[in-house]
Every structure is written in C-alpha cells, then in structure tokens.
C-alpha cells in the first residue's frame, strides 16, 4: 500500500527546509573567514603577518611564511526527524513541515553555536590559536611582537558584577584601546583603524550594551562611543560577567569558517528499508566544516570582576 502524498515528502519538504534555512538570521558570515577546504583537514601557515611597504634600495626582500602554524580537521555533523508512516498520511496541520522548519533554523544557526563555544572555551587548555597559546591569554608573543594580552578584567560596581552602562562604556573603551595597541611578529601595528567593531555579549547583557553604545548622553555626559561597535547577543553565552570585542572587517576575521562540504538534505522514505520493516521515515542534514580560531589580535575577551 503506497504512503498518501500529502505534499510533505522529500521534494517539498526539500524546498521547505531551505527556505527556512536562507531565511534564518546568522551571524558566522561576519565573524569568520571562509576558507574552502578540498581535503580533510587544512594547515594553517599564513597566520603571521605581511611585510610593510619599504623603499626600494638595492632590491626587493622577499620574506616567507613565519613558522608557526596549525592543522584544522574537517569534521562531519547531522541532525535527522524521525517520522511515524501514519503521521505522513493523517498530517492535517503541518506538524511535520513546523519540526523541519525548526530543523533549518538548526542547522542554520549551528556555525553560531560553535563559534560561541569558541568563544566561550578561549581561555581554557586545548582552545590554542596559531601561536600555541589559548586564544584569549595574557602571554601572546610572536616573533618580535612581545608579550600582550587580550584577557581583560574590569571593576563592576553592582552587585553579581554585572556592569552599569557607564562601566561597560568604559570597559569597550579599554578593549578597544587594548586591540589598537596589538603588533604582528614584525611588532607592526595589526589594527589600523576602529571600523568592523562588533560586541558579543551574554542576553543578560544586551540592553545594557546597546545603551552604552546607541545612547547619545550617559550619566549627563556625551557618549563618544556611539555608534563605534554593533552588538550580537548570543544564547550560548551562559556568563553573565563576561563578553568579547571582535573586529570583523579585516582579511582574516577572528575566526576561521572552513568550509567543506555544504548542507545536504536527504530522506528515507516510503521505498526504504526503514519504512518497510518499522514504518519510520527520516528526514536529515548533513555536512562538513570547521569553525577554528584566525587572529587573536582581533579579539579582546573582557571579564567583569
């Protein structure tokens, strides 16, 4: 007996998954560099810096790749809905089509959730970035940069340390003083300008930030950071003391987006072996990518203490 085609089969739910997948807000596309992949993992040896101009004299001088480097490996992910045969052929409200819906808002928003863990887990052992060190420390040093530090701790006053709006006006003041004070392994400035300035705050924290940076006038006194970062909260962020700086219009962003094989939507359904035996349809995703750390010179992490 063949299934009643409600229209929620593959091809329909296909078209279905991908429009909520286009149509769902994500923020991994400003955070990260796209580098694509044609293989399983990808290394790494450009992370250090490019000469600065200098006058001809007797020739051009040629410098290579700096030493450091490090190897991403792509890694595969899914999410699959199971399906009872019956609910195929008795679905009068669109159950199904809301839970794939609900699977491309997933699928769509996972970069986001990896890159919070990224975010998240920076400070802790394992979470290196290019120089060997974890990506938000105090001891960063390459080639003739010297040691810095983009791990910044800053006084809140309230009680659960969670900031006022003067105090994380304040606190962006420093990470951005901090950022601009960065040098590559040739200890050449990394941030030319404060353009691309973006803050990734915990939801506790949103209202608070966009005050400090959207307000014309803070506590009777003109707000000179308006309009100097956008704010992304993101729900992942379980600290409420903690938020994160990044600058994102630079060649290599914070973060790396490597990119190997893109999303894929498959099934199996009424001529399969699951139906057959089990009467269950699946509809699932599939890719592979790598979210990893790029420069840590544009990303300052800030701690309310």
């Known amino acids: 007996m063949a299934v ?18 286009h149509q769902t807000t994500t923020y991994y596309q400003d955070l990260a560099t796209r580098i694509p992949s044609t293989s399983d993992s990808e290394t790494y040896r450009w992370l250090g810096s490019v000469p600065r101009m200098r006058e001809w004299g007797t020739g051009r001088l040629a410098k290579g790749l700096r030493t450091e480097s490090y190897s991403v490996e792509n890694q595969k992910y899914e999410s699959t809905v199971e399906v009872d045969r019956d609910e195929i052929a008795d679905d009068q409200t669109g159950q199904i089509r809301i839970r794939i819906g609900e699977l491309a ?78 040098k590559d392994d040739q200890a050449e400035p990394m941030l030319l300008n404060m353009t691309g300035m973006v ?10 930030a966009m005050e400090a940076i959207n307000a014309t006038v803070i506590n009777q006194t003109s707000n000179i950071l308006q309009g100097a970062a956008r704010v992304i909260a993101m729900p992942w962020l379980a600290s409420s003391t903690v938020w994160y700086l990044l600058k994102t219009n630079g060649v290599v962003r914070p973060f790396i987006f490597q990119d190997r094989e893109p999303i894929e939507f498959g099934s199996l359904t009424e001529s399969s072996e699951q139906s057959f035996k089990q009467e269950k349809l699946l509809f699932g995703v599939r890719a592979r990518y790598r979210l990893a750390y790029g420069y840590w010179q544009f990303a300052v992490r800030t701690t309310f203490t």
């Open 4 to 21: 009643i085609n409600t229209g929620l089969l593959t091809k329909g739910l296909r078209s279905e998954f991908f429009d909520r997948f």
């Open 105 to 182: 808002q997933r699928a769509a928003t996972h970069k986001d959730y990896l890159i919070a863990q990224l975010l998240a887990n920076g400070a802790a052992t394992g979470y290196h970035s290019y120089d060997g060190v974890p990506f938000f420390s105090n001891t960063h040093s390459s080639g003739s940069s010297g040691d810095q530090v983009n791990d910044l701790t800053f006084a809140a006053s309230a009680s659960g340390n969670e900031p006022t709006t003067d105090e994380f006006k304040d606190a962006l003041k420093q990470a951005i003083a901090q950022m601009l004070s960065f």
């Open 199 to 208: 803050c990734i705050v915990p939801p506790s924290m949103i209202f608070t």
